[in-house]
């Protein structure tokens, strides 16, 4: 069975910083893209990073480049978002998926098949 349990969102001043994870098990994690997509009140999920099987490729949305970083830990079955300089318009929930697709196909939802429960992130002004 196909687990991914998101950990470490909450509440943070705008400015400030969290960093979520996401431990998967139950597939081959080094097989999969990894990506994190968050969805706001009243607004559809949207991309927010995504990384390659071997970690070696990263991309994120330009709303988040230069703030956020994606990474993954084969070792631990875990990917990261390290979120710096939190605006409030970073407010969302916040999943991780897995996708078994080209790493070209990354920005796209549909492709994802398997996701996490999400976690809120809330960032006050």
């Known amino acids: 069975q196909v687990q991914l349990v998101e950990s470490g969102g909450g509440l943070v001043q705008a400015g400030g910083s969290l960093r979520l994870s996401c431990a998967a098990s139950?597939?081959?994690?080094?097989?999969?893209?990894l990506g994190w997509f968050r969805q706001a009140p009243g607004k559809e999920r949207e991309f927010v990073a995504a990384i390659s099987r071997n970690g070696g490729l990263t991309s994120y949305a330009d709303s988040v480049k230069g703030r956020f970083t994606i990474s993954r830990d084969l070792s631990k079955n875990t990917v990261y978002l390290q979120m710096n300089s939190l605006k409030p318009e970073d407010t969302a929930v916040y999943y991780c998926a897995t996708a078994d697709v080209p790493y070209v196909k990354r920005f796209n939802s549909d492709n994802y098949n398997y996701w996490g429960q999400g976690t809120q992130v809330t960032v006050s002004s």
């Open positions: 139950g597939l081959a994690f080094s097989s999969y893209i």
